[in-house]
Every structure is written in C-alpha cells, then in structure tokens.
C-alpha cells in the first residue's frame, strides 16, 4: 500500500493503527490452494489465534476457508462470523474436558492431543469421531519457543503411543476419523517437513476409518528482502503427490488439511505508529513512538524481526536508530536499526503486523488497544475502534471502605 494512503489513514483512524490488506490475504490464501490443485479434497483451516478480528474471519469464509481454533472462544468468534459448525475445527492444548464436551456439543470437529482426554471423551461419546493429534518428534524449525514438535514438547500423543491410542479405540468403541501434526512455527526445510509427514502417514495407516489428514502449520514468511520462506509450490508439488499416492494405498479418497495463521495473515498487516520523540544518548539515537509491547510484543516475546520503515520521510538521508516503545519497561522493536531521517511527529510503519500483533495486544500501562482497518476493493473499513476509558475499567468493581 502506498506511503502517502497509509499517513492518511493514521490522520482518519488514529495513532498507533494496525491496517491488513484482503488482497494480500486472498493472494497467500489461493497460492496454497494453487500449489496442491491436484489433490481432490483439500480443506484449509486459518487459524484464528493469529488474527481474530471477526472482520478478518469472515474475509476467510468468503475465501471458502475453515478456520482452527484453540479455545471455546475462538469457536464462538468463528459462529459468529457465520462458520458452520462442520467448517471448524477444535485444536486445542490442556484445555479441560468441560471445554472440549461444550465445545463438541455445538457440532465441531474435536482434535484431541493427550491420552487422558481421549480416553475419558471416548468412554462418555463413543459415537462422536475425534481426530488425534500426533507428535512426530522432529523439529521443522529454528526457534524451540516455537517450535512445537521436539521430544519435550508439551504438544500431541507421542508417535510412540500409537498403539495405545489404538488400545482406546478398541476399549471405547470410538472411532477415529483423522490424524494431525503441528510441527510448529517456522518450517526452514521442506525436506524435514516431509520427513515429519512420512511420519504422519504412518501412523495414519493405524487407524482404518479416517476421513482426513492434517498436516498444520508452520509455513514461514519472509521478514526482510531476500528472507527465507516456506516455498509452498515445492511443497504442494511434493506432497500432494505423496498424498494421492497415500490415498491408493489406503483405499479412500481422504481430505489434506492445512491450518496456517502466519503464512495467510502476517504479510497482509501493517501497524502504524507516531513518533513521539527522537532522543539522542552518548551511544544511541532512540525514536520513541506512540505504542509498545502492548500493542506488538513479538520483538520482545520471541526476538522477531519486523522491518521498520519511516513513511513521512522514506525519501530522507538513512540513519541509525533504535525504535522504542513508551511503555514503563525495556520495549525495544529495533536496536542499531538503518531508517530514513526520522523527526518527531513522522509515521513509522511496521510490516509484518498481520499476525500475533493485535491478538496478542493488551492494556499493560492502562493503554487503550488500538483501532483496525481493513482494506478492500480499494474501499477502507474500520473494523475495530480503539479502546476507551470506559473499556479499560468495564469490569473493574469498586468498593467503598467507609464501612
Ligand atoms: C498456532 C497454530 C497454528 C498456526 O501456526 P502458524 O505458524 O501461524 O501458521 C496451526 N495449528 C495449531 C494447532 C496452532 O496452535
């Protein structure tokens, strides 16, 4: 989006301001969708915690997408942003039988992802199928905070387990109807990709009367110019061929589930933000703007890189600066970083702010979250406001000590 419409929408919306483009989402959306065309049944799950504005799921039902949710919560943002039941599917973690009994009640696929659960849903609904979530044990990508398949990770039944999943089935009566794997966050090699659905397969075999298949997530996007990402034609190519392949050999025309957030998401947000002050120190320039990990906690919470460009002035002379927050902690975004002349007053654009930005945003420092907007067909929708002071104290119950 150009430099000069982005200003514009700080001065109509307000500072700071996420803004995600559709098209870009539309755009990574069908080349998944292109780059497994010949597998006949293909079902993409977006997954709603990297972005859960209730404008962003109906976008994805448009797309024909399903959507992956992680808490009764998100099942209920997805309703309301008119999923049918049958177009979701429940993935969470350590979450309570309670939830999961609720959450299968509304009619959603169940994806179970420890014994304990299985056994004890499979005893009280036998007649209900619930896909198991499987832990190949082998790790797709870089960074172990995100990286969900190693050995100690808390995710999925050991691959190992298999056979006492099976035990289970055979104790309950219940059925099985798909196997999933989430390796985690930022594939950086297909091959070990492939390596972990081989995995998959395997155990897929286990079980007789599966419907589908569920591979996850974990694409990886690029960050800066030239950055690694998951190449998904050469995925697509690769795996749907091994898949169709699967699927003689099993005898059934099975469904290949994917349930990206980032690889849909992260490209299509921007985040917006002011500078307040530029701030000159013995060893350091800082540009201090208008927001911090309150609104973007990536750069902290997992070292992520977020390119960072002044739009006021992207035709300025670079310099270097460290980009900070105004929050009453460390909130570094960028150390020693080269931007165009950076004054006070001048819009910094954030990239990559489409995912786990604003769902992860919160009031630390009693700051409103910001506002969103989204664009489509050229047209620009608020689709959320910021906060105000009434939302900050709504749930706040004050008492009076004049007893
Ligand atoms: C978070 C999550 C995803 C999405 O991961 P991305 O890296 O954003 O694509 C998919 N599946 C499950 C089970 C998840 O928890």
């Known amino acids: 989006m150009d430099n000069q419409l982005l200003v514009s929408l700080t001065e109509k919306y307000g500072s700071p301001l996420y803004v995600y483009d559709t098209e870009k989402i539309s755009s990574q959306y069908n080349r998944i969708i292109n780059s497994f065309a010949t597998v006949k049944s293909l079902k993409i799950n977006y997954a709603v915690k ?3 504005n209730l404008s962003i799921l109906k976008f994805f039902k448009k797309l024909k997408s399903g959507i992956d949710t992680v808490s009764i919560q998100e099942v209920l943002l997805g309703l309301k942003a008119g999923f049918d039941p049958s177009s979701i599917i429940f993935t969470p973690n350590g979450v309570s039988l309670k939830e999961i009994e609720e959450v299968s009640k509304l009619g959603v696929q169940i994806n179970i992802d420890n014994i304990s659960i299985l056994e004890q849903f499979g005893h009280l609904y036998p007649s209900v199928p619930v896909c198991v979530r499987i832990n190949p044990h082998i790790m797709a990508g870089g960074n172990r905070k995100i990286s969900v398949g190693h050995i100690d ?7 190992y387990q298999v056979p006492l ?3 289970i089935v055979q104790n309950t009566g219940m059925r099985i109807n798909g196997v999933h794997m989430h390796t985690g966050s930022d594939i950086l090699d297909i091959d070990v990709f492939l390596a972990a659905t081989e ?4 155990a897929a075999k286990e079980f007789e009367n599966l419907d589908f298949i569920d591979f996850g997530s974990g694409f990886k996007v690029p960050y800066t110019e030239g950055d690694i990402s998951t190449n998904i034609e050469e ?7 091994r898949f169709n392949e699967f699927c003689k050999e099993y005898g059934k025309e099975l469904t290949l589930m994917f349930e990206p957030g980032k690889f849909l998401v992260s490209e299509s947000g921007q985040f917006l933000a002011h500078v307040n002050v530029v701030k000159q120190t013995t060893s350091t320039v800082f540009a201090s703007i208008d927001s ?3 609104h973007l906690i990536r750069p902290m919470f997992y070292d992520s890189y977020h390119q960072i460009d002044n739009i006021s002035n992207a035709e300025g002379r670079e310099r270097y600066y460290s980009v900070v927050g105004y929050i009453c902690e460390t909130d570094t975004f960028a150390s020693n970083r080269r931007i165009s002349e950076i004054r006070e007053g001048d819009v910094l654009r954030f990239k990559n702010a489409g995912a786990y930005c604003f769902s992860m945003a919160s009031n630390y420092n009693s700051r409103f979250r910001p ?10 929708y608020l689709v959320r406001t910021q906060e105000n002071f009434e939302d900050l104290i709504k749930n706040q119950i004050l008492i009076d000590f004049n007893d």
Not at 371 to 380: C, R, T
């Open 50 to 52: 990297a972005n859960s």
């Open 235 to 241: 995925l697509g190519e690769k795996l749907s061929e």
């Open 153 to 159: 990770s808390k995710f999925g039944i050991s691959i």
């Open 199 to 202: 995995i998959l397969f395997n």
């Open 371 to 380: 506002a969103e907007v989204l664009v489509y067909n050229g047209g620009d």
């Open 292 to 294: 911090g990990f309150n």
């Open 165 to 167: 999943i099976k035990r």
